[in-house]
């Protein structure tokens, strides 16, 4: 079993759209959850990161994590055409300073 | 102002044929990372750098090496290179240790193709 497994989509929204990225993980003793953005022949950039439970909003952007079920999310609003990029969902921490990531849902927003 | 920055962006070797692949971060980061990526798969952490101490991962294979000859250089060599080995490979720094929820950045990769 993957540590984190994310959905593989591709998933493809009208402009405007509400978009729901998920990915569960198996190892309940790490605490931080992160979501990148990688657009195509870039390297992911960081988008939000959340520690513990609970939500974390940033413009249209919100995360969340639900530590009982191993779930980590990621929402996007009034979604955009620019915001077409594979979203990497990802956990971290403990004391050997790893992350794993989950295998990326490629995201394509249509004008 | 490109912070990670690797070179060359696109790869080409021969089956077998020894390579290096080059990062340099202008962050004064003290933690320097190698990934591979295939296509459509998750990075996979290769190895890293905490100043000059080195982590291997358990799964990395034996034909993967690194060099981190002093804090803003780090080299990836691939002393034989299988056809397996094409791959994405990105570098990435962090100030210090990811538990601590600190910014990974990601240079843009270099993508390694085999002959």
């Known amino acids: 079993q993957k540590e984190v497994e994310q959905d593989p989509g591709p998933l493809s929204v009208p402009e405007g759209a509400i978009v729901s990225l998920n990915c569960t993980y198996s190892?309940?003793?790490?605490?931080?959850f992160m979501w990148y953005r990688q657009y195509s022949r870039k390297g992911p950039e960081l988008l939000m990161y959340t520690y513990s439970s609970g939500n974390k909003e940033d413009g249209r952007f919100t995360a969340q994590v639900d530590k009982s079920s191993k779930y980590i999310s990621l929402f996007i609003r009034d979604s955009q055409p620019s915001d077409s990029a594979t979203y990497l969902c990802?956990?971290?921490?403990?004391?050997?300073?790893?992350?794993?990531f989950g295998a990326g849902t490629r995201l394509t927003v249509k004008p | 102002d490109a912070m990670v920055i690797q070179n060359p962006r696109y790869q080409v070797t021969q089956f077998g044929k020894p390579v290096t692949l080059s990062c340099s971060q202008t962050l004064n980061h003290n933690v320097m990372y190698w990934y591979q990526q295939k296509s459509s798969q998750a990075p996979k952490l290769l190895f890293h750098y905490y100043d000059k101490d080195f982590n291997n991962e358990a799964d990395t294979p034996d034909n993967f090496q690194s060099r981190r000859p002093n804090t803003s250089f780090c080299f990836l060599d691939i002393r034989s290179p299988g056809l397996g080995d094409a791959a994405m490979y990105l570098c990435a720094t962090s100030r210090g240790r990811l538990s601590l929820a600190d910014t990974q950045y990601f240079g843009p990769g270099t993508r390694l193709t085999v002959l």
């Open positions: 190892n309940s003793a790490f605490q931080y």
């Open positions: 990802a956990r971290g921490g403990g004391n050997n300073n790893d992350m794993r």
